[in-house]
């Protein structure tokens, strides 16, 4: 159980006095999950829903121990806040926050690299486990507990796939939003990875989008080593070529980066790839019932 | 968002790179210039100026005042000259292309480069390209590589210095891609950067107080995909959008456009996407997806009774919403007389149809 790096006991909010922090400590704790503590720089001492708020991390540790934290703190004090948990050895860290720089992530990979922590977005929707812990801003009433795995790069893709799903009866065993930015913490393969491994999910379901090319590393993954059912989905079919990529981008292989490349590879790896978000779930729940 | 050539060039020099001299030109009449033989460069936002007359070579002052105005009224794609560049002519003995790119499936910046650059330059095959992940090794390693690679073993300690103060540039001005093309190694041996292009990120926009360029930062989150589109979108999330264009697009029609509000939108901000959509001629129907996190339903139920109050020409909205309260954003919405599709397939499959 303390070995499942998505299902973490001890939970601290970095930012956890904002809006946004505290509207979500509140949901987050009303779904089970254990908040421990929180960071604010100027209102330790406070109390956010019967959470204690202190200063930094380090002053949380001298009294909890710390397995998670997930991060609401704004885009400008985000590579302080990143900065900050990876130096205290957070094992995992999840960020929520939205429009951090560029550059700003460069610097955090630089670091992440050098330490043990582990980093789920940044702008991520976050975990969940379904039925024991939400790590996020995952909304509490879509989630059912199940043995499906989905992993996507869009965090309101994902709502938009696991209320399918839970609507269905088949519910989840894992949701992890990666987070849609260029420069970030876990990819595709490393959640595909825990899925396949993880004797409690049955099934896997991948969300994608155009740019970069970690589908179509996902694919080689799945081709040479998943044994368990893959339902796909790679948003931006009707996306124009080149518009956010740059013009690197358009000579190196922009081609790969488009939704029919990254769909025709992963459907040769053997994902059953549907062309529209809708049509996820009932290709997942065909594949469960053809498995009985 | 992008730069002007001329504004793209103001950074390099402040960065230490060397650029022709030059003469911003802002309009046909302002047609007196110390520098002849002068290069005429309109300064638009897309390549291929030389193609459609964005270009011209000038001499004397009476082919400037002739040329002139040709450059102004050039329509470059589509678009026509903000302004004119005047700069000197460089004496050229070898021209290569560099580009620097923070590069997603590398997760560091990565630096290209061909030995002949130019116009022609994307139809050069990949593997004729120098290619190296910046960080990995010192700079001064990749510079003696890269000297090789040119065939200009004299040039590394220029290049080396050329490689650092472009990265210091990227990084002092937060930007995500820095490319120039061409640079111009000269007669007598020194490197110019004679033309660039340079993306700065909307998201470091809060530390350059200072930025004031023709592109403005907001543009990432709204595209237009067909000016004459009947259909526009709005939803929340990069992913979902897309898949909401993708949706409309599959149901036969044409989208105007993909538009994400961004996590924590508000009235006000979804407010002003609506009169953005207003300036769309064949407008027919507006589809909001919105599976609301951070975003709440009920701003997005208040924002769209206001947009209702506030637009006269307000085309049928087909709204789906979910999430975060949307248990509030449904006693907002009880006497608009508006549908609250429980899915995306049901908002788009209601245009044209009764049900909106």
């Known amino acids: 159980m303390h070995s499942n790096i998505f299902t973490p006991e001890n939970i601290i909010v970095q930012g956890i006095t904002g809006s946004h ?52 703190v704004p885009a400008t004090h985000a590579r302080a806040a990143l900065f900050e948990a990876i130096d205290a050895e957070i094992p995992l860290i999840i960020c929520v926050t939205e429009g951090i720089p560029v550059h700003d992530m ?17 702008n991520s929707p976050g975990i969940a486990t379904p039925g024991q812990s939400k790590l996020g801003i995952i909304p509490n009433q879509i989630l059912t507990p199940g043995r499906i795995g989905v992993v996507s ?9 696991v209320a399918a799903l839970s609507r269905s009866g088949l519910g989840e065993r894992y949701v992890i939003g990666i987070g849609g930015d260029p420069i970030k913490g876990l990819d595709f393969v490393d959640c595909l990875k825990k899925f396949q491994s993880d004797e409690t999910v049955d099934a896997i379901v991948m969300i994608g989008e155009i740019g970069g090319q970690s589908e179509n590393k996902a694919a080689d993954y799945i081709s040479e080593y998943a044994t368990k059912p893959v339902v796909g989905y790679i948003a931006g079919h009707s996306a124009p070529a080149g518009v956010q990529l740059g013009h690197a981008g358009a000579i190196l292989g922009s081609e790969q980066e488009s939704a029919g490349y990254k769909t025709t590879k992963l459907q040769r790896a053997g994902v059953t790839m549907c062309d529209s978000v809708t049509h996820i779930t009932p290709a997942v729940k065909k594949i469960m019932e053809d498995k009985k | 968002m992008k730069l002007l050539e001329y504004e793209a060039k103001k950074l390099l020099a402040a960065s230490g790179i060397s650029t022709p001299k030059s003469q911003l030109i802002t309009g046909p009449e302002d047609d007196f210039l110390s520098i002849f033989p002068t ?30 105005p040709k450059v102004f009224s050039a329509d470059i794609e589509g678009y026509q000259a903000v302004s004119v560049l005047a700069e000197e002519l460089v004496d050229i003995d070898q021209e290569i292309y560099l580009n620097l790119t923070v590069n997603r499936d590398e997760q560091a910046i990565v630096l ?16 004729a390209f120098f290619r ?6 010192p700079i001064e390693a990749t510079a003696l590589t890269l000297a090789e690679y040119l065939g200009l073993e004299d040039q590394e300690f220029a290049l080396g210095e050329l490689l650092q103060n472009l990265l210091n540039c990227m990084h002092t001005n937060d930007a995500l891609l820095l490319e120039i093309n061409p640079l111009v190694v000269t007669a007598d041996g020194k490197l110019v950067a004679a033309d660039c292009k340079m993306e700065l990120d909307n998201a470091a926009a809060f530390r350059h107080a200072d930025w004031d360029f023709y592109d403005k930062p907001m543009s990432a989150n709204f595209v237009e995909l067909h000016r004459n589109g009947t259909i526009a979108t709005i939803a929340n999330g990069a992913g979902l959008a897309m898949a909401t264009v993708d949706a409309v697009q599959a149901a036969g029609y044409t989208p105007a456009n993909f538009l994400d509000v961004g996590g924590g939108a508000n009235k006000e901000s979804i407010l002003a996407s609506f009169r953005k959509l207003m300036n769309y001629p064949r ?39 979910e999430g975060t309260n949307i248990d509030e954003a449904r006693s907002i919405l009880s006497k ?18 009764n049900n909106a």
């Not at chain 1, 604010?40 to 708020?53: C, E, F, L, R, T």
């Not at chain 2, 030995?115 to 095959?125: A, L, W, Y």
């Open chain 1, 106 to 122: 460069l610097a955090v990979r630089a670091k992440l690299t050098k330490s043990n922590s582990r980093l789920i977005g940044p």
């Open chain 2, 132 to 137: 190296e992940v910046i960080g990995v090794r």
């Open chain 2, 283 to 321: 407008l027919e129907a507006i589809v909001i997806n919105i599976f609301a996190g951070i975003t709440r339903c009920d701003e997005v139920a208040r924002a769209i009774l206001a947009a209702r109050d506030e637009i006269s020409s307000l085309p049928p909205l087909h709204v789906r919403l």
């Open chain 2, 39 to 68: 290069i005429l460069k309109s300064q638009v936002l897309t390549g291929r100026r030389n193609k459609y007359g964005g270009i011209q070579i000038v001499k004397t002052q009476a082919e400037l005042e002739q040329t002139l």
């Open chain 1, 21 to 72: 922090g505290a509207f979500h400590t509140q949901a987050m704790r009303a779904y089970g999950t254990n908040i421990v503590a929180g960071t604010s720089p100027n209102k330790a001492g406070q109390y956010i829903d019967n959470v204690p708020v202190y200063k930094t991390i380090r002053d949380i540790q001298r009294d909890h121990t710390v397995d998670a934290s997930v991060i609401f």
């Open chain 1, 153 to 161: 790069r869009s965090g309101t893709l994902t709502y938009e796939v």
């Open chain 2, 112 to 127: 290209l480069a061909h030995k002949d650059g130019g116009v022609d330059i994307e139809s050069q095959p990949v593997e």
């Open chain 2, 336 to 353: 608009s007389g508006l549908t609250l599709h429980a899915s995306l397939e049901n908002a788009v499959g209601s245009i044209g149809g």
